[in-house]
């Protein structure tokens, strides 16, 4: 299982070395942009109540399922939603953070020793994903163990297996909003902030409802829900917030930041990737109601490439 000393660890890196890793002097010139400190400062503040309304949004439409029959995991509808949540994510992963992991870590603001000779960013994606099955087999056998019958087995292990793929989910998600969050605050150009308020805004919408379906399945605690639910969607703004305090002394494109941001983003599209594929998707998949229903498949489908086709659109701006 996700252990909270790893959340921490990874989140301290995040919020704090990211930012003084970015100060100081780079190789490379920045772009030149049309700098308006007073009205990128207006786009970002729009950019955090509009990133709050949208993540809080999207995680709390699959925890309704509660109080909305319609939206319990055992309804048709919650199987559209997960399939349509698994295509966003693994959208996210393949089309918005590993290009930018890819584009960190062999930026030619780098040295071309080591980082333009080895491929950084795919050992890295590759070793988060075997971390994170390690740790799902190891959750499950862990858990499984010495069980009273096979019904409490089964019952036991898939309760398990949503809470590890709940918070896993969150901290590959919640590293990659911080990383976004932290460069639109950083930005001075209102020309680069402006369409990135609507794009993150349904980016975070899409990604909430992914993660709220998980944490409904794992079947928390009300408090767990809502601290979940609460972190995910305070990560973006509180990354804008970041950016705006250190935006007169941040450097994106120095090396210590592109070594930063690139290491993180490989990491989180690992885990995203994986998580998508195998713990969401797969499982859904083989699942026997989806099996024995042609129209549920097929609905199944639709959903999913309609939720990659809508966050890949986004990569436009985002």
């Known amino acids: 299982m996700a252990k909270p000393q790893l959340l921490l660890l990874t989140l301290f890196c995040v919020f704090f070395l990211l930012p003084s890793s970015a100060f100081g002097d780079c190789t490379c010139d920045t772009e030149d942009e049309e700098h308006d400190k007073t009205q990128a400062l207006k786009y970002k503040l729009a950019a955090i109540a509009s990133i709050l309304v949208g993540g809080v949004t999207g995680v709390c439409i699959p925890v309704l399922g509660k109080t909305i029959p319609a939206l319990r995991p055992e309804k048709d509808v919650f199987f559209f939603i997960k399939a349509f949540a698994a295509g966003v994510i693994l959208s996210t992963g393949f089309i918005h953070v590993l290009p930018d992991a890819f584009e960190n870590l062999t930026s030619p603001c780098l040295s071309d020793s080591p980082w333009q000779d080895f491929p950084f960013t795919g050992l890295l994606k590759t070793g988060l994903e075997m971390w994170r099955w390690e740790e799902s087999m190891r959750a499950t056998y862990t858990n499984t163990r010495a069980t009273p019958s096979f019904v409490d087995n089964s019952a036991s292990s898939d309760l398990i297996r949503h809470r590890v793929i709940s918070q ?124 024995s229903h042609a129209k549920l498949q097929i609905g199944v489908n639709v959903s999913l490439l309609l939720g990659a086709g809508l966050m890949s659109l986004l990569a436009k701006w985002a």
Not at 183 to 191: D, H, N, T, V
Not at 199 to 216: D, K, P, R, S, V
Not at 224 to 243: E, K, N
Request: proline share 4%.
């Open 168 to 291: 896993v989910l969150e901290l590959g998600i919640v590293v990659h909003s911080v990383i976004i969050g932290i460069s639109l605050g950083a930005s001075e150009s209102p020309k680069t902030i402006r369409p990135l308020v609507a794009a993150l805004t349904f980016h975070q919408f899409f990604e909430g409802m992914g993660l709220g379906g998980c944490i409904a399945q794992a079947k928390f605690q009300n408090r767990a829900v809502v601290v979940m639910a609460t972190f995910f969607s305070l990560t973006t703004p509180v990354g804008i917030a970041i950016g705006i305090g250190i935006s007169n002394v941040y450097n994106e494109n120095s090396p210590r930041a592109l070594i930063f941001e690139g290491i993180f983003n490989a990491a989180s599209a690992g885990i995203l990737i994986y998580m998508a594929q195998v713990d969401l998707l797969a499982v859904d998949y083989m699942n026997p109601r989806v099996q």
